[in-house]
Structures are given as C-alpha cells and as structure tokens.
C-alpha cells in the first residue's frame, strides 16, 4: 500500500468509525463529539463559543524505498507491510526502511 493511500483511510476509518458509533450509541443516550471540553480540574464543560474541535491524527509510519529487478519489478515508495510465507521468483530485491512521523488535524461533523 502506498502511503497517500495509507492515510486516507485512515483519515477516513476515523471519521466513518465516530459516525457509526453516534448511531450505535444515541439510542442510549450517550453522545459522539458533543459541544463540551475538560476544564482544568478534568470536569466536562458544555462550550459556548460553538467553535469546532479539532483531532489530531498522529502518524508514526515506516516506511521503504525498495529497487526491485525481475520480471515484474517495480521501484517505489510504500508503507512497511510484513508477508509471511515463502513464494519463488527470478528477481533481486533491495530496500531501504525509513520512518516519518506527522500529523493531520481533522475535524468530526458535529454530533450534538
């Protein structure tokens, strides 16, 4: 998997993730994203300034840069997978592991 597409699903397995569990969870009476914030001393606050919340979706991701020369070798750039098993095949392979860390803010619809 490549990484732009690594991370859109992850952007949006978040975001499908908090719609299903309002729905899941509305019928009793809980709340997904409500219009509150922790105070200083950790009590639940109901927000007046209606300003959206922000997440912050932290990726720590490895990944590697491999040059692969075979009959249907590509070179590129992907998210670090791990394959168990054994399979024959006429190519060599080498590879680089680096890791990126960032962060994408996101914000959920409102479930109020």
Known sequence: ???KDF?????????EGAMEARAKVKPI???INPNVFRDEKGNAV??????P????????IALTVSDKIGADG???ISV???????SASGSLES???SRVKFNIPYMLPEFI
């Open 46 to 51: 109901e927000r007046n300034d209606m300003l």
């Open 80 to 86: 670090l997978s791990i394959k168990v098993g054994a």
């Open 7 to 15: 991370v859109s699903d992850v952007l949006i397995g978040i975001i």
């Open 95 to 97: 590879s680089q592991v």
């Open 74 to 76: 590509k070179a590129g």
């Open 1 to 3: 998997m490549d990484i």
């Open 53 to 60: 919340i922000v997440g912050i979706a932290d990726f720590d």
């Open 29 to 31: 009476g809980a709340k």
